[in-house]
C-alpha cells in the first residue's frame, strides 16, 4: 500500500465520522505512525508504507474517528517555536494562546533585564515555557492546580532545558504565591459552567478543571483581577486571554486607581480576548 492511497481512504474515513479537516489529520496521523515529515507524505504519494506502520495508523485512526485530540494521539504540540508534551493530563494549546504569549514578549521586551513571570493556569506549561526560551534571563513560576497537569509542565521543563529557571507551584489562587512579578499571564479556565456539556466531543476529552470557569466563566479571572495587584512590580502587567466580551467585560470591572494602561486585544479572528493593564 502506498502512502497516497492509505491517505485518501482514511480521509474518507475520519470525514464520515464527522471530524474537521479530515485530510490534514489524516496527514499527520500517517507521518506519526510512519515518523516521517508530513510533507513528505504530500511530496511522495508513492512512499511505501511498512506494514507495522500500518498498523500503527490504524490505531491512530481509531482514537481519532473516537473522538480524541489530533495532539493526544500524536503525544506532542507545537507552540510557537517549541514542542511540547501533550497527553490528557492538559489542554491541548491553542492558535490564540500563542499570541498571548507574543503579547506577554512584547511587554517583557520592554522592561529588559531580569524578569520574572508567573504563568497563572499553566498546563502543560506552555506559556511561561516559551517566554523562558524566549528570555534567557526570566525566572519563571508555573502554578496550577492540577497535579497531573503540573507534572507535564515539569516534564516539558526538563526536555527543553528550562527547569533551573522555572518553579512549580501546585496551587488554586494567586495568594500560594509572593512576586512580585513583571507580568502574570494566564489564560484560565474560561467557560461558563451551563456551556460546557453542549461542547464538541473532542474538546470535552479534555480535562474539565481546564475549561469550567464557573457560572459566568469569569470565577479564576476575577480572582486574578482581584490579587494580582498585591504581587505584581509597579509597572508590571496582568495578561489574561478569555472569551468574547469577557475580557472587556472584567476590566471595566478593574478600578483606575490601581490599573493604567487598561485595554483589550483581538486575535486574529478579529474577537477581542485578551485582556491587558498595568499595576501603577
Ligand atoms: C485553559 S487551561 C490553560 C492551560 C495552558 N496555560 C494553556 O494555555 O494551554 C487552564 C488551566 O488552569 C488550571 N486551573 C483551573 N482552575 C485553576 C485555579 N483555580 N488555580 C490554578 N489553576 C487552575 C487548569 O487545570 C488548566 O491547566
Redesign the pocket.
Known sequence: MTAGKILTEAAGRLAKAGVDEPAPNAQWLLAGAMGVERLRLLAEPDLPVPPEALARFEAFLRLKEEGQPLAYILGWQDFRDIRLKVDGR??V??PE?EELAGFAADFLRGRGGEVSAL??????G??GLWLAHEFPALKLTS????PE?LACARENAAELGLSSRCSFVE???LDAVEGPFDIIVS???YIPTEVIPGLAPEVLSE?H??LDGGEDGLD?ARMLARLAPSRLKAGGALLMELGGGQAAALLEAMSGEVWTGKRTFSDLNGIYRFLFAVKR
Open positions: 492538559v489542554l494549546p491553542r494562546t504563568d497563572y493556569g499553566a498546563g502543560s506552555a506559556i502554578l496550577e492546580v492540577s497537569a496551587a488554586s489562587t489564560n484560565p479556565p480535562p478543571v481546564a479564576v
